[in-house]
């Protein structure tokens, strides 16, 4: 019954460093999307997943990669973080009816 | 490509007062809408949304929104506000492409006066 869930909540990263946000969702979608949100900005979608084994890039990639290895996880990882990541990082499903989402709790990261 | 507007970055309404967060989109087809709300250092909670039918949608804690076409807006609107309404909303848009993401405003800050 958690949705979607992801970890880790907290992140504190030096520059270079790489890391990987998962996300994991128990509703059986298809449809999962990465979001950022900075001050001002509102929320910016990064990647999207239309199914398992299918990614794309959204408005604001660069930087990151996803892995949608099966229906249930969407990961984004930084491979090499810089101080222009930090940001709170949402996913996000989408029912197959294309009518509700589902955010997770996010994950504020901090790159120093 | 969809946008949305929303103008106000802060929204100052004294408690008891109705309150009124504006809102407006752009999008080719027709467009489904949504309102959400998020408190300090937590997660988007979702207030409602118009997909199709009437053009008032009552959501979530007493919050409703008005679906204008003709001025292509959705602000959200509720009655009587509480101090415990301050939070940041936001508006977005699904967009008009098969990726079916969310497009999201700015954000406006309402803070509600006791």
């Known amino acids: 019954n958690a949705g979607v869930t992801q970890t880790p909540k907290f992140q504190v990263l030096k520059t270079g460093q790489s890391m990987t946000l998962q996300c994991a969702q128990d509703m059986n979608h298809n449809s999962m999307y990465w979001y950022r949100q900075d001050p001002g900005m509102g929320l910016r979608l990064i990647y999207y997943s239309a199914s398992e084994g299918t990614t794309d890039k959204g408005e604001v990639p660069n930087g990151y990669n996803v892995s949608r290895l099966n229906k249930r996880e969407f990961s984004l990882r930084l491979e090499s973080a810089a101080p222009s990541q930090t940001s709170v990082y949402f996913c996000?499903?989408?029912?197959?009816?294309?009518?509700?989402?589902?955010f997770g709790s996010g994950t504020r990261l901090t790159v120093v | 490509a969809q946008s949305v507007a929303q103008p106000e970055d802060q929204v100052n309404v004294a408690e008891g007062n109705p309150l009124t967060v504006k809102c407006t989109y752009s999008?080719?087809?027709?467009?489904?809408l949504f309102w959400y709300v998020q408190y300090p250092n937590r997660g988007l909670q979702f207030l409602l949304k118009?997909?199709?039918?009437?053009?008032l949608v009552k959501g979530s804690y007493g919050f409703e929104a008005e679906f204008n076409k003709s001025q292509t807006s959705f602000h959200l609107k509720k009655p009587s506000a509480l101090v415990s309404d301050s939070a940041l909303y936001f508006c977005a848009v699904r967009d008009d492409t098969g990726r079916r993401a969310l497009t999201f405003g700015s954000g406006t800050r309402l803070q509600v006066q006791p």
């Open positions: 996000a499903t989408l029912s197959d009816r294309g009518r509700g989402y589902t």
């Open positions: 999008v080719s087809g027709n467009p489904y």
């Open positions: 118009y997909i199709t039918g009437d053009n």
